[in-house]
């Protein structure tokens, strides 16, 4: 089906059943209008399973449709039921959390990738490979225009939701707007030094932002927003300065500082991030107070690293922006070459490890595997934003996770225990990554991209292991250097002995009549 075809479906669709729907009597014909006539799917009673029944201690339940080659799980309510307000009847759990429920019921390998409610008038969608999934909302009467949001229901191959690159696209806007408000502020906006302490700046507000959406700071969620928030625009600029130190003291050091409750409260962060490095903050307005603090009801904990570091660089490179665009690799592009260069083969061997049904044989192979993993090297000599190195250590971190639920889960119980201070059950790391790039901003947005990308799955595996995992302070940090990859000795960034895979993306410029330039991108692996 074209588009035109799948809009003119969806807005039948919506005139079919606006004002009806019964969960009993509706549900499969609803499922099957949307997967049949908006998606195009043949067979769709031979490849969808209705009524799927699962054991709940001894019990019988019944997932209302479930997708097999989508791993989809669909739980359905009738109109006018509340998808975001306990149920009766369902022990005061949400649709949501029943759905949820069901899927912690399913084997490992039947795992929802994908989790739907609906009441026919509404459509909510959790995307279950990010760390606390937030559901993106489908209104019946939008469908026409947000139809492609529901091609996870029969692309198999489709890692998230085209939603991602909206919210990236959407934190690149703000994060622009500060940029560009801060730029005001500066007397000599155009100097190398200003432009060099804007861009640190900018990271370190982006990480702030990121770090209170993701429960980073250790407190109810808006720590970094409630402390700019009390203070009037003019002591901004000190209450900052104050905060960036604390953020670089370690604990044992912070009493010199005779610090406040409020910054006592802030954790050490580590990594080098908030180092002191003689940047230049200007005097904040209440405009500029107004943009951060807007900004802050962003949900930061959402956006995908791989492609926001992409988006960051564009946003406040000067370079980049008077080029008049980005080099931005997409997932897709990236998965051409890490896919058959390695990931392809690990997944396989994961899957032939899977299958092994003697458990004192299954474990050792999970064990060596997980090994296996931690040992491996990756090298981006021209690593740019660093989203060939983040998609790559997000993938590894993916298949460890499926080893650390495998080992460690019996019967549905995780039987993990990680009471020693200090014991965790990840072994893959972000000092398995190595980049050279040109351009140091572009090293320290991949940086904090891949510090990201570490949050996000270690939150993945608190939901697997059933433990708080200490993030903060940063204990790693990934091996990319700034320098110019044509001239140095690629030995220098990691030994070749020690190194595994070099791969990414070299960009060829090629000028033609009236000074039009055609980017053709170089794929690089080995």
Not at 273 to 295: A, C, G, H, W, Y
Request: hydrophobic fraction near 40%; charge should be negative.
């Amino acid at each position: 089906m074209n588009d035109v075809e799948r809009r003119e479906a969806a807005r039948q669709f919506y005139y079919k059943w606006q004002d009806r729907g019964r969960e009993d009597e509706d549900a499969r014909s609803y499922w099957i209008d949307i997967l049949q006539n908006i998606l195009g799917l043949d067979r769709v009673t031979d490849r969808v399973d209705f009524e799927k029944k699962v054991l709940d201690a001894g019990s019988t339940r019944r997932i209302d449709v479930y997708i097999p080659e989508t791993r989809v799980l669909i739980e359905q309510k009738s109109l006018g039921i509340p998808l975001d307000k306990p149920q009766a009847g369902h022990q005061g759990m949400t649709p949501y959390q029943q759905a949820k429920h069901y899927d912690d019921l399913l084997p490992v390998q039947e795992k929802a990738r994908w989790i739907v409610v609906s009441n026919f008038a509404e459509i909510w969608i959790y995307d279950m490979s990010v760390m606390q999934p937030k559901p993106t909302v489908i209104q019946l009467q939008e469908l026409q225009s947000k139809y492609h949001l529901l091609d996870f229901l029969a692309d198999r191959e489709q890692k998230k939701l085209t939603l991602e690159m909206e919210l990236s696209l959407r934190a690149g806007e703000l994060v622009g707007r500060i940029h560009d408000r801060f730029l005001e502020q500066y007397h000599d906006p155009m100097a190398v030094h200003t432009q060099r302490s804007l861009n640190i700046l900018c990271v370190r507000l982006v990480f702030c932002l990121y770090a209170e959406d993701a429960g980073l700071f250790g407190g109810s969620g808006n720590e970094f927003s409630r402390y700019i928030a009390q203070y009037e625009p003019k002591d901004i600029r000190r209450a900052l300065i104050d905060l960036f130190k604390v953020l670089d003291t370690p604990y044992a050091e912070r009493p010199d500082l005779y610090l406040s409750d409020e910054l006592a409260a802030f954790p050490y962060v580590n990594g080098g991030l908030f180092r002191d490095e003689n940047i230049v903050i200007p005097q904040i307005t209440q405009q500029l107070k107004d943009t951060i603090l807007e900004s802050a009801a962003f949900d930061w904990s959402r956006i995908s690293p791989t492609i926001f570091g992409a988006v960051f660089e564009s946003t406040l490179n000067p370079e980049t922006r008077r080029s008049g665009g980005m080099h931005y690799t997409s997932i897709e592009n990236i998965h051409k070459v890490i896919d058959p260069l390695f990931l392809d083969g690990l997944k396989a061997e994961l899957a032939e490890i899977r299958g092994i049904q003697v458990e004192s044989v299954r474990k050792p192979r999970l064990r060596a595997f997980q090994d296996k993993l931690a040992a491996l090297r990756f090298l981006d000599p021209a690593a740019g934003s660093g989203n060939f190195l983040t998609e790559t250590y997000l993938c590894l971190r993916q298949l460890e996770n499926e080893v650390i639920e495998l080992l460690y889960a019996k019967d549905g119980a995780l039987q993990i225990r990680l009471d020693v201070e200090g014991v965790t059950p990840i072994k893959v790391s972000i000092t398995q990554f190595y980049g050279i790039e040109i351009n140091d901003f572009a090293v320290a947005v991949a940086k904090t991209a891949l510090w990201i990308a570490e949050s996000q799955m270690m939150r993945q595996t608190e939901d697997i292991v059933h433990q708080v995992l200490d993030f903060l302070p940063l204990k790693t940090q990934a091996g990319i250097v700034e320098g110019n990859a044509l001239r140095m000795d690629w030995n220098r960034v990691v030994p070749r002995e020690q190194l595994s895979y070099i791969m990414g993306i070299i960009w060829s410029q090629h000028h033609g009549v009236h000074d039009v330039h055609d980017e053709t991108p170089n794929l690089l692996a080995a």
